[in-house]
């Protein structure tokens, strides 16, 4: 008896998918029994429990061994293919709705589970006015809302990974903090079509362990909804974001560009202040139907500029506070940056066959370009180089469950004085994957 509760219990809870199962096997339950009465608790209590995931295993091939690679972290040094489990993720949301189908609470938890450990992704509380149904508010471990790239879900995106400029600068994408949205959830709202995101966030996401300062990153964006522009039905959408923080100034010694070359302030007014980590940034989106079942032509375009404070070899915000070998607080670096990606996206006649064209380019230092880097007495390092990666690949949706990707990253990197760095580095990579989805 025990055991055909604990079965009937999961079959009832295992999705959106098996909700019209479930009512029929609710329908069949005496509620005059015992067994019966507790079946109906425990299903009123957890029928708002939805479970899903993803698991994408993958195989891939670089143009040297031990090649640096953002698709997936570097090469061992001995070692020019790999099989490898990118991501592995569970997620569970547990969600609430009023009598008007208003949401009321959510609350969500995803981990991700690979053959290099476990890390919590997400793990967060939201919840709703009722009164106005237009704003909400979210606490917790989440994305970071700016951009588009940032919060698409790797589940969804057609490349392999996004692009270098996003998972520098917003590594792991997740921060913890607290966020409002402004988001109508009525139908006839007139500023339904509008999302409105502000939140503060600790800064360095989850490459630390902790705030290390006293200091939050400001994070907003505005976006328009997807909207039909014209009678052919093409849909276009996009959105401005701004992150506004910094960190604080561990170290008197702060670097900044002056014609070409790094140059120090070390007044010791320094140590205390806040380095600047500033970001701007606008995206579009637009989607071409292709006619009934032949899918869509997808364009995608989103640029970021600003200033990033980190060290001398990263451009990473860092997670912790930076040292330097000898242990004592290491200098920082203070940088112009720019980037972007560009997206081409087309449907094969066909909602099952897509092919996907990418650019993307990452400029961390605009002050400095080529021969400049790497320039005696210039400071310079192999974090000052810009990259620019044309992708290109083919998509093969089986089901809603299964897709197939295989994807070829070509690199590019500016020709600098820098060892090992003279001419472009071979730093090529194919990706074969299969992503399994329920």
Known sequence: MRFAKILLVALLLTGTSLTVKAQFLMDMIDTTTELGKGMISMYHKYDALRFSGYIQPQFQMASKRGAPSFAGGDFNPQSDNRWMLRRGRIRVDYERYNDNDMPIVQFAFQFDGTER??????????FF???FNLFSMAAGMFARPFGYEVNLSSADRETPERGRMSQTLMKTERDLGGMISFEPRR???PLRFLKIDAGLFNGQG???PSDFDSHKDF???IAVKPQIINKDKW??????SILYGGMQQFTDHIYTMDKGSFKVDSSVENAGKIAPRHYYGADMQLKIPNGPGKGWTQFRAEYIRGKQTATANTTETPGIIPLDPAGKYAPLYIRNFDGAYLY???????????VVVKYDWYDPNTDVKGKQIGAPGSGTTPADIRFNTLGFGYLYYANEHLKFTVYYDMVKNESTQLPGYTSDINDNVLTCRVQYRF
């Open 129 to 131: 006015e009722t009164k």
């Open 117 to 126: 450990g476990v890390a919590i992704r997400d793990f967060y509380g939201r």
């Open 187 to 189: 139908k006839d709202h």
């Open 219 to 221: 994070i907003g964006r």
């Open 344 to 354: 081409f996206i087309q449907n094969l006649g066909s909602v099952k066959h897509q």
């Open 206 to 208: 989850l490459t630390g």
């Open 235 to 240: 849909l276009l959408s996009g959105g401005v």
